[in-house]
């Protein structure tokens, strides 16, 4: 088959053509994702129409009609059900038209209507079939649009729910047949040849289609390298969105784990599964490692005064409840992991005695915040493990109604504590919930179900950081009610002291991954082993009952206390209820994974918040500085714009020599610039020459000859040079127009 | 053309007007020869017979009314057959002298280059000191002065080349060429009435042009034109496939000539456009190639071509100026 050349034109303007369409469908792909459209595939259907249309390049009295015909036909099949072209038919559409562009005027643009937006949306269509015509076929620049395709599929695909991946794959192969095919093209335009034949046409399509084939497969086979950024998404609205626009907060997506630095909460976290320690325990357990006391507004610190000190005989002291409480006296054991670096104890509640540990660590108790240092040769260090007694408490609930609200003095000081700015409607809200419950205990479970009744959503990702002017709990409160453990933790402490209770603010590790059940340790005894890991960090509630201590709540949402509660029924035989479900710890709801706590490496220490928070900075400089190099690059793409246009001025008059020539030799720049250089063997005369053949004028020759008397003839004065000022500044615009 | 940029001097304008008025297509040649005259110097034309050269010389000559002389060499010619003899007049009982064809004002010297030495040597002189030695007394020569010499390039049996070294006592070396089928046409039906050459009538009195060439001399040389003009000829004392680059004297008369072509242009300074063109005709003939590089194929032609593309143009005045 021989293809003459005309022919082969056409071929190649259809391949391109097709692609063109290709590559525009896959803008409209995301839209039913991403927008409210429906009938994806009838607008597709519309574009190739138009695209086709304007393919056969028929005139334009019968291409016009025959699209409107068509977008006509389209909207009469999704929204008018009157006769087509009938007398309703006309009023119906007269009335849309009236309607939204009324709409339009009024600059309410929710308003318009569904028949009125998709009859924009073909517009567009029909325009983009134009457009693309143009750009592919007349002008046969593929690039940009091909570049703006993968911007917006990447686009998309990051900051939308859809999912990009695959038109990803096609876009590339789309764009590398259009390229091949353009770039060929101009290759033979460019060098008059003629491929005619078949045969010979194929010795070019053939290595082309396989080159093109080799490269999508190997870059959809090859492994690619996960995302070297974080998702920008959570970042940017949480610094953004979530302060509620009042100032962006410095902090970004943090990664999990046990952190010393509580300060300032909020932000998105990352998972991380890094194993901290395996525990063997009767039952799963609360990780107690600390409680603090004073609430920011932004965040937890202690203000408690350090009481450290060395226990010997592994007596630890740390118990958080009175005698009155139930206990069983159980044995745990507890094994960190090579990644551990918490240097502190994990316990659960009731730890009595340390009985056996690696030798030569000494035990630092800090009792008001109930944190076990662990140290060897006086440097904190990390304990590899250790076997210890606990006195595992039951709280009665009849024991904890009748507690009554007699708090002493130093609880109440320092566990009341809240600051001076918390919004009042905190307080309303907590007395709103707690004003049918007429005990301390009643009150707190209220407070606690609170949570997870109320729209309260569980979110790792999507988590604000408070601006400036809000508060922590306010804000999650009110405005997000969004969030994990810390945002829940704390907001019930908050609202408890804005009612007189004290509470307080405890960190440690939920039970972890049951591994193996009974397992029968050294000591004869058998055990449920657990595995607790960075993503297990958590954050709970301590409630005070006088006369009991510390009672350990829960208000994450998906989480559930596995503290025991019990109705002691020889005392109260007749409480009916049945609320002993609460004795057995609920199967986790939520995924383990779902656990967290801001992390710091916890070999850093408190520096080691600065790295975390970089994962925020980076992107705020990296957008500044994109921002900073767009605007260098863009001066320096217009630089000689800006530049005529001040040299415009500061040559306004050529009032000597001097100024003549640097004006002249800007001239030449510009032009330079604008690709008439001059080579350096050119006398001037000759390039002005070229220089006015090029712009169609006389001007630069007239310029010359002035700047040729100054600088030949030594001349330095000159009475026709106002005349020279505007031909120097026309040539400039000219040459930049 | 750089020709068409400029009008040129209204005198030199009527001289042209009239030369072309006989020569066709050869409006170059003869504002180059116009140039060498303003600036007193010579041509050598270098072309093969019957292409108007003499025609040229002589419209020339005339339109100038000067006195045109033509000496035809031939191998037996004397230097007196040149410079003229004293003869006895028995009348006047006394030796007079009778001037020979190099003391007129426009002298064509034909194939130059089919005569001896010794009377070429005689032509030469006369070109250089603007004056000859006859019988041991010095004679001025007329003013004006110009000698168009031709050379047969074809030619070589039976003919005393010029010495290369002499050659630069021309200002410009020129080459006549064959005109194109239309000019020749043109030429025809131009000689197929009167002799074209019996309408020319002077136009530029003696005085006229000897005052239009002192005028040339004070055409402006801007320091700026002097170093392109030193660049220019020390790039070919550099150039590697020279064996000797062009003199001082050579630089003198690419200034010269650029003078007189400004002035001919109407233009009282110098433009870097006037040397770059002349250099073309200054140049060459004062480069003598090594006879390596003429194995190679360059030409001084091609050299000063590769010298004018690599010299860049003075466009912008130092700072110390």
């Keep these: 088959m021989t293809l003459s050349r005309s022919q082969q034109q056409y071929y190649y303007q259809l391949v391109l053509y097709l692609c063109g369409f290709l590559l525009f469908w896959e803008w409209m792909r995301p839209l039913e994702k991403v927008t409210d459209t429906h009938n994806l595939t009838i607008f597709v259907i519309y574009a190739a129409f138009c695209f086709f249309i304007s393919f056969l390049q028929v005139n334009w009295w019968f291409s016009m009609p025959i699209k409107f015909l068509g977008l006509v036909f389209i909207l009469d099949g999704l929204f008018l059900y009157e006769g087509l072209f009938s007398k309703e038919w006309f009023i119906i559409v007269y009335q849309q038209f009236a309607y939204n562009f009324e709409v339009i005027l009024a600059q309410s643009w929710g308003e318009m209507t569904g028949f009125f937006r998709s009859f924009l949306f073909l517009v567009l269509l029909w325009l983009m079939s134009y457009l693309l015509y143009f750009w592919f076929v007349v002008a046969k620049r593929i690039f940009l649009f091909v570049l703006m395709t993968f911007i917006v599929i990447t686009v998309m695909d990051t900051f939308t729910e859809y999912n990009g991946q695959w038109a990803i794959v096609r876009t590339f192969l789309i764009a590398l047949v259009a390229l091949g095919v353009s770039s060929f093209f101009k290759e033979m335009e460019k060098e008059q040849i003629t491929l005619l034949g078949m045969n010979r046409l194929r010795r070019w399509v053939i290595p082309m289609t396989g080159l093109i084939l080799l490269s999508t497969v190997v870059g959809y086979a090859v492994p690619k390298p996960g995302p070297q950024w974080a998702d920008p998404v959570p970042y940017l609205e949480s610094a953004v969105g979530g302060s509620g626009g009042t100032g962006v907060g410095g902090k970004g997506i943090q990664k999990i784990g046990y952190g010393e630095d509580d300060s300032e909460l909020g932000g998105a976290f990352i998972q991380d599964e890094t194993p901290v320690f395996q525990a063997a325990a009767k039952q799963e357990r609360y990780w107690r490692v600390e409680t603090k006391n004073f609430y920011t507004g932004k965040g937890w610190e202690n203000t408690l005064e350090e009481d450290i000190r060395q226990v010997n005989g592994g007596d630890l002291g740390i118990r958080t409840f009175t005698d009155e409480v139930e206990t069983e006296e159980q044995f745990t054991i507890v094994n960190f992991t090579n990644e551990a670096a918490l240097k502190k104890m994990v316990y659960p509640y009731g730890a009595d005695k340390v009985i056996a540990y690696a030798e030569g660590f000494q035990f630092y108790v800090n009792q008001p915040k109930g944190e076990v240092e662990t140290r060897l040769n006086g440097n904190a260090e990390q304990i590899p493990g250790y076997r210890m007694r606990i006195d595992v408490p039951s709280y009665e609930y009849d024991q904890l109604r009748e507690a009554g609200e007699e708090d002493p003095e130093e609880i109440r000081t320092t566990y009341l504590q809240l600051p001076d700015n918390l919004p009042n409607r905190v307080r309303n809200l907590s007395r709103q919930i707690i004003k049918d419950e007429d005990n301390r205990y009643d009150a707190v479970k209220a407070i606690e179900d609170y949570f997870s009744s109320s729209g309260f959503e569980y979110n790792t990702k999507d988590v604000a950081v408070p601006g400036e002017n809000d508060d922590y709990v306010d804000q999650f409160l009110f405005e997000t009610q969004k969030g994990y453990c810390d945002n829940f933790s704390t907001s019930m402490v908050v609202m408890l002291r804005s009612v007189g209770i004290p509470a307080r603010w405890v960190k440690g590790f939920t039970g972890g991954e049951l591994q193996q059940s009974d397992a029968e340790l050294d000591d004869g005894e058998s055990y449920n082993l657990y595995q607790v890991t960075n993503g297990n960090a958590h954050s709970w509630v301590e409630v005070h009952f006088p006369g009991i201590g510390w009672v350990p709540f829960e208000p994450t949402k998906g989480f559930s206390n596995p503290t025991d509660f019990y109705v002691d029924t020889e005392e109260s035989g007749n409480s009916t209820e049945e609320e002993d479900s609460e004795d057995i710890p609920a199967p986790e709801v939520g995924n383990p994974q779902q656990q967290m706590e801001i992390e710091e490496n916890f070999n850093e220490g408190k520096s080691g918040a600065g790295t975390a928070r970089n994962g925020g900075n980076f992107w705020k400089y990296a957008l500044i500085a994109l921002a900073v190099a767009g605007m260098a690059i863009a001066l320096y793409i217009t630089r000689f714009r800006w530049m005529s246009a001040y040299m415009r001025r500061k040559y306004k008059h050529m009032g000597d020599a001097e100024t003549y020539q640097k004006a002249y030799q800007y001239l030449l720049k510009v032009l330079a610039h604008k690709g008439m250089k001059r080579r350096s063997d050119q006398t001037l005369r000759e390039y002005a020459r070229d220089v006015d053949m090029r712009l169609q004028m006389n001007d630069m020759k007239i310029l010359t000859y002035h700047y040729e008397r100054i600088l030949y003839r030594n001349e330095q004065q000159s009475n026709q040079w106002d005349k020279v000022t505007e031909l120097w500044e026309n040539l400039i615009n000219r040459a930049l127009s | ?321």
């Design chain 2, 1 to 321: 053309m750089t020709q068409q940029l400029s009008l040129y001097e209204p005198k030199i304008s009527e001289v042209l007007k009239n030369v072309n008025k006989v020569m066709v297509g050869k409006e170059e040649v003869t504002l180059l020869s116009m140039v060498a005259l303003l600036a007193k110097g010579h041509v050598l034309l270098e072309d093969v017979p019957g292409v108007g050269k003499t025609m040229m010389v002589r419209t020339i000559a005339k339109s100038l009314d000067c006195e045109f002389k033509r000496i035809q060499f031939t191998p037996d010619l004397l230097p007196s057959d040149v410079t003229g003899v004293s003869i006895y007049n028995p009348k006047e009982m006394e030796f007079q002298f009778r001037p020979g064809p190099i003391l007129g004002n426009v002298v064509l010297a034909d194939e130059i280059n089919r005569t001896s030495p010794k009377t070429q040597s005689a032509l030469l002189e006369g070109m250089e000191e603007s004056s000859i030695t006859v019988e041991g007394s010095p004679v001025p020569l007329k003013e004006p002065f110009f000698v168009m010499a031709t050379q047969n390039p074809i030619e070589y049996e039976g003919t005393y080349p010029l010495p290369e070294a002499q050659l630069d006592r021309f200002l410009l070396k020129l080459n006549m060429g064959y005109p194109t089928v239309q000019q020749e046409r043109e030429m025809l039906s131009r000689t197929s009435g009167d002799h074209p050459l019996t309408m020319v009538e002077a136009v530029l009195t003696r005085d006229e042009l000897i005052d239009i060439q002192n005028k040339v001399k004070d055409v402006y040389v801007d320091d700026t034109i002097r170093s392109y003009i030193v660049e220019l000829v020390t790039a070919t004392r550099e150039h590697e496939g020279v064996y000797l680059g062009v003199s001082p004297r050579g630089s003198i008369a690419l200034m010269k000539a650029a003078k007189a072509y400004a002035y001919i242009q109407d233009r009282d300074y110098v433009i870097p456009d006037d040397v770059k063109y002349l250099a073309r005709f200054v140049m060459p003939h004062r480069i003598i190639l090594t006879s390596e590089s003429k194995f190679e194929g360059f030409t001084p032609e091609g050299i000063t071509d590769t010298i004018l593309e690599n010299i860049s143009i003075p466009v912008q005045r130092t700072k110390h100026e």
